[in-house]
């Protein structure tokens, strides 16, 4: 998937080009909340690539996190920000119109990338199947895609504006539609986690049972490469030899497609990756968004008293 540099970028490039086609959209549209729908598809993110690392149990906690990044569960929690947090003057409503487009076009972004398909939550829990093939993740069109992105993100901190301040509405009814709108987002993904091995979302049924896979078409993406001889990579803490004389290292980070045959992968399309070095471009999105959206006058009231410091 696209890192959060990219999905921001051409989020505010959207929008700002919907604007100058439409300028009346100006008097309705709160950048804000466009930019957290762009974000908010990854909001277990970290989390996975956290339990990855802490080396926690992979198919049942990747089950219930991957679900988030779904228009389903994504507009569960757009409807809690948008009964909560609305800014002054502003409806819940438009809030919640505001949050799913950029909501909608990130996952677009995530489901036009990658030449190994291997899965999709976006229309979770009906479908798991990847929409579109796409471009390399670290090919041309995308590294074009990240400087265009960033370039769009430095014209938008030039030119921060002074929004309307966000309110915390904290009525009976608010509160109590927001806490069931939470509780169903955080317990659906627990209903569904055996429907997803059945569905073999994300190629989760070959990884539970490979032998009933024997002589089919199967894809992995960015699975950790344990041992360089024979090749041999990892997914779901499960590994598979792949029959490849191409040479790896022990730590690089592969996708593949090719046919599982005698407990082996013979590849068809094989990808290397960068490993997770999209997670330093996250972080530095991530300080972008907090500056896009924490009010100006704040900030000029902090530097206002640091130069009479």
Same mark, same amino acid.
């Given at each position: 998937?696209?890192?959060?540099?990219?999905?921001?970028?051409?989020?505010?490039?959207?929008?700002?080009?919907?604007?100058?086609?439409?300028?009346?959209?100006?008097?309705?549209?709160?950048?804000?909340?466009? #930019?957290?729908? &762009?974000?908010?598809?990854?909001? %277990? +993110?970290?989390?996975?690539?956290?339990?990855?690392? /802490?080396?926690?149990? $992979?198919?049942?906690?990747?089950?219930?996190?991957?679900p988030f990044h779904s228009l389903l569960?994504?507009?569960?929690?757009?409807?809690?920000?948008?009964?909560?947090?609305?800014?002054?003057?502003?409806?819940?409503?438009?809030?919640?119109?505001?949050?799913?487009?950029?909501?909608?076009?990130?996952?677009?972004?995530?489901?036009?990338?990658?030449?190994?398909?291997?899965?999709?939550?976006?229309?979770?829990?009906?479908?798991?199947?990847?929409?579109?093939?796409?471009?390399?993740?670290?090919?041309?069109?995308?590294?074009?895609?990240?400087?265009?992105?960033?370039?769009?993100?430095?014209?938008?901190?030039?030119?921060?504006? #002074?929004?309307? &301040?966000?309110?915390?509405?904290? %009525? +009976?009814?608010?509160?109590?539609?927001?806490?069931? /709108?939470?509780?169903? $987002?955080?317990?659906?993904?627990?209903?569904?986690?055996?429907w997803m091995i059945e569905q073999n979302?994300?190629?989760?049924?070959?990884?539970?049972?490979?032998?009933?896979?024997?002589?089919?078409?199967?894809?992995?993406?960015?699975?950790?490469?344990?041992?360089?001889?024979?090749?041999?990579?990892?997914?779901?803490?499960?590994?598979?030899?792949?029959?490849?004389?191409?040479?790896?290292?022990?730590?690089?980070?592969?996708?593949?497609?090719?046919?599982?045959?005698?407990?082996?992968?013979?590849?068809?399309?094989?990808?290397?990756?960068?490993?997770?070095?999209?997670?330093?471009?996250?972080?530095?999105?991530?300080?972008?968004?907090?500056?896009?959206?924490?009010?100006?006058?704040?900030?000029?009231?902090?530097?206002?008293?640091?130069?009479?410091?």
């Amino acid at each position: 998937m696209p890192d959060w540099v990219t999905h921001l970028g051409t989020t505010y490039i959207a929008a700002h080009t919907s604007l100058r086609l439409n300028q009346r959209l100006a008097r309705w549209v709160d950048m804000r909340y466009l #930019l957290l729908g &762009a974000l908010l598809p990854d909001a %277990t +993110r970290f989390t996975i690539i956290l339990v990855d690392i /802490l080396d926690c149990p $992979a198919i049942p906690i990747f089950t219930y996190l991957i679900p988030f990044h779904s228009l389903l569960i994504v507009a569960l929690l757009a409807g809690v920000i948008a009964l909560l947090l609305p800014a002054v003057g502003m409806s819940s409503r438009r809030v919640f119109g505001l949050i799913m487009p950029g909501a909608a076009l990130h996952m677009l972004l995530d489901d036009l990338e990658g030449p190994v398909g291997c899965g999709s939550t976006t229309f979770y829990p009906f479908y798991f199947g990847k929409p579109f093939n796409g471009w390399n993740s670290e090919g041309n069109f995308a590294t074009f895609l990240l400087v265009v992105s960033a370039i769009a993100l430095g014209v938008a901190l030039s030119q921060r504006q #002074l929004w309307p &301040a966000f309110t915390l509405r904290l %009525t +009976r009814w608010r509160v109590l539609a927001a806490v069931f /709108l939470l509780g169903v $987002a955080l317990v659906m993904p627990l209903c569904f986690r055996g429907w997803m091995i059945e569905q073999n979302a994300y190629y989760l049924g070959f990884v539970a049972n490979p032998s009933a896979f024997e002589g089919q078409s199967v894809e992995l993406c960015f699975s950790e490469v344990i041992a360089a001889a024979p090749v041999t990579i990892e997914e779901f803490d499960t590994p598979f030899v792949l029959q490849t004389s191409e040479a790896f290292t022990p730590g690089e980070w592969v996708s593949v497609a090719g046919i599982y045959q005698d407990g082996v992968i013979q590849p068809t399309v094989l990808i290397r990756h960068r490993g997770f070095s999209d997670v330093v471009l996250s972080v530095i999105a991530a300080v972008v968004f907090v500056l896009l959206v924490v009010d100006g006058r704040i900030l000029k009231r902090l530097r206002w008293r640091s130069k009479q410091d």
